[in-house]
């Protein structure tokens, strides 16, 4: 199905769209980009669906994106997209200011109690019955000309994200749950910010059995390497492969010849940074070992995993019963900190598990305590249903 949009190549074109669109109050925004070969993912196309219609924007050739950047930060506008982390991140690059009012169509579908997370092809065809044409899926964004058969493959993708996005809203103001999808996208952003700052040296497979200088030696590598990675806009990997960084962390030899004797250090790209290494890991050897990201912990050790199974059953019950999928609601470690909070009183920081906080607590929280206390008893309902159990109040008289 052919879809028509506007194409913008130039900045004054850019800069009229901008004015001419500067009182929608609903934006659909997606992108397309290539992340394999760069530092950070290469920014090729953005597409924006307005009461207006449907533009296509070269980020290549139109080098100052400022007043679009401007649209998706202003207030009292809704900007909706799909699985946005990315769409998000690259906003954020450009304004270091968080998209006050985002609606993702995905995280919608898990408030009502849809597949999450679903694809956008998935969503499309439920909500408005069409099918996505997925030819183009590998296209290479940053060869130009692009074709038409390429620009109407990326109009695609925004061509109904408004028609879902007032189906869902509908939806959920209905049963009261917009607020909630917009304290989670907000949260979401915020993570996305977050890691975006950070040292994200702890996330290296296998750093974990590090300990003492060998840690120090292992943030200085990944800190040297992302510095590195930045410079050359390539992915980090490509300067130093991650097993290889927690070896020469884990060996802490100075000695270029040692280094050199580390199978995978050999290669063309590696092998003429060892000089730099080795000064790396000296220096690091001199500094105090970093300490882990401060995560709470509730508790000490696993909860027993039977009571942990039988509240998982509940939970699925719960989020079966009140429409909202289990996936978005917790995580086994979610479940795990919310038991050990309530078993270990003696053991409690200040912050609330995430099932006791915000609408986690209003929906799931409340019903696993009164299960924890013995005020609801699971029993048996139906054998033949996918949800098999029920609630049933317990008489403490």
Known sequence: MATDFLWIEDSAVLEDWCRANEDCRLLGFDTEFVSEDSYRPELCLIQVKTHSGIAIIDPMIIDDLSCFWRMLTAPGRTVVVHAGREETLFSYRATEKQIPNLFDIQIAAGFLGLEYPASYAKLVQRVVGKSLDKEETRSDWRVRPLTRRQLEYAAQDVRDLLVIHDHFAERLY?????????????????????????????RVSGVSALSGPHLSVARGIWNWRDQKAKEKNVPARRILRDDLLVELARRGSTDPKHLLSLRGMEYRNTKPLIPEIAQVIEESQKEPPPRWPKKFRYGKGQPPSMLTQFLSAAMAFICHHKHISPALVATADDLRDFVQFRLEPDHQPETLPALLNGWRADLVGHELDELLAGKLAIVLDNPKSPIPIKFMPVDLK
């Open 174 to 202: 209905k049963h009261g749950r917009l607020e909630w999808l917009l304290q989670e996208t907000r949260a979401k952003q915020e993570e996305l910010y977050e890691f975006e700052s950070s040292e994200n040296w702890h």
